[in-house]
């Protein structure tokens, strides 16, 4: 498996501007995922229609998601599928507060199940997958105060992954990227929490689900014959946080907006925060992930028809 993030790598799509669009390798791009992928699914229900308006942007962000900018950098579109509201339009079918794990119609193996259905089975070999989901999961064993169960839930999330690609490889995927979780004790919901300890737990969590995942997806390279690319969106991440200041953002503590109590953070700048809510990055994080994504799609490119 391929290590996506280089100490060079991260320097180079911190701090330099987005470059012009590529010639598409790929006919299209596929992503399966949830709120730090949607782009608009959940916001397709009347109930969350409120994420259509700002300072949210079709989703829990104030502007355009990671996969957006990596789509848009190979001259590719990835809007919303559509598939909760029976209007499969799109490729994306993140849905915001999805799980790895369960039989909900918004978790993943929903997901995975809801493309390969519109698409008679059959999973084309000249797409681009990204499979970028599992902080839920993350967020739910933290919660959970029997370590045993912990420990379960992100097996069962590491497992449903495992299942799920291999799925996408039998029905003809070639080309897949990974992401694994960022760590999620770093964001505002952990580390502002009355329970001194969560912080901690929650980023041992998030190794060990990491961990994990890159474990099963190097059984399915070595199973399987096949290349995934193994995006460390954790490393990332705490390069963004520690590099803050140097890459011209001014807080990477608070949220600049509550999604829980929609109030605003009073020093709130959407371009000098790290966080846009207790959970999510803000859009100049996006985008500098969506360049980091970009960056390593040469490596998939051989791959592809």
């Given at each position: 498996?391929?290590?996506?993030?280089?100490?060079?790598?991260?320097i180079v799509w911190l701090l330099f501007p987005i470059g012009s669009t590529?010639?598409?390798?790929?006919?299209?791009?596929?992503?399966?995922g949830d709120?730090?992928?949607?782009?608009g699914n959940l916001a397709s229900l009347p109930e969350f229609g409120f994420l259509n308006n700002p300072p949210f942007d079709r989703g829990f962000s104030n502007g355009p998601r990671a996969v957006e900018v990596l789509a848009n950098s190979i001259g590719l579109d990835v809007d919303p599928s559509l598939h909760l509201v029976g209007l499969p339009v799109g490729t994306n079918f993140a849905v915001s507060g999805a799980r790895a794990r369960g039989t909900n119609p918004i978790?993943?193996?929903?997901?995975?199940?809801?493309?390969?259905?519109?698409n008679g089975g059959t999973a084309p070999s000249d797409a681009l997958y990204v499979v970028f989901i599992g902080g839920n999961d993350v967020r739910d064993a933290r919660d959970e105060p029997n370590e045993h169960l912990a420990k379960g839930i992100i097996r069962d999330a590491v497992k449903s992954i495992n299942l799920s690609v291999r799925s996408l490889v039998a029905a003809g995927?070639?080309?897949?990227?990974?992401?694994?979780?960022?760590?999620?004790?770093?964001?505002?919901?952990?580390?502002q929490s009355s329970d001194e300890e969560l912080s901690e737990r929650a980023t041992e969590l998030t190794k060990q689900f990491n961990k994990e995942l890159s474990g099963r997806m190097h059984r399915i390279e070595r199973d399987l014959n096949l290349d995934l690319i193994d995006f460390n969106l954790f490393q990332f991440f705490r390069f963004v946080i520690k590099n803050s200041v140097a890459v011209g953002f001014t807080n990477n503590d608070d949220?600049?907006?509550?999604?829980?109590?929609f109030?605003?953070?009073?020093?709130?700048n959407f371009d000098k925060f790290v966080f846009f809510d207790e959970l999510h990055p803000t859009k100049r994080v996006h985008e500098r992930v969506g360049r980091a994504l970009f960056a390593v799609v040469p490596e998939l490119v051989d791959v592809a028809p």
């Open positions: 498996m391929k290590e996506s993030l280089l100490r060079p790598l991260l590529a010639e598409p390798s790929f006919r299209e791009i596929i992503v399966f709120s730090l992928s949607d782009t978790d993943l193996p929903a997901q995975i199940g809801t493309f390969l259905l519109n995927a070639k080309a897949i990227m990974v992401v694994n979780v960022p760590d999620i004790g770093a964001t505002p919901e952990s580390q949220a600049c907006f509550s999604s829980v109590t109030i605003f953070h009073p020093d709130c």
